[in-house]
């Protein structure tokens, strides 16, 4: 995994703003380790996010610290992950 990105595109419904990635290498699991903490803007379009160093994840697991906005809901409306595979990697 190299970055990511997220969007959201819900007209009621409040921003992402803090949160915090965690990885793991099986399912299901009780171990996870920070990827890392991450803060977007207050905006309705698709945020791309760096890593500050190439990792091999195979499960994420996203959580929600903080909001803009008083709605009820925060949504998600993309999730991308962006990088290679093992296997990508060796065959080059």
Known sequence: MESFSNGNFEL???NLKDFE?????????????LLG???ANN??????????????????KIKFLTH???QYY???STFKVFGSSGAEEIKS
Do not use: A, H, M
Request: with cysteine; charged share 20%.
């Open 68 to 70: 803009y906005g008083n």
């Open 37 to 39: 903490k991450f803060t």
């Open 43 to 60: 905006s309705r379009i698709e945020q791309n996010f760096q890593l500050q160093q190439k990792q091999w994840v195979e499960f994420l």
């Open 12 to 14: 009621f419904s409040s």
């Open 74 to 76: 925060c949504t998600i």
């Open 21 to 33: 990635i965690y990885y793991s290498e099986k399912f299901p699991t009780t171990e996870w380790d």
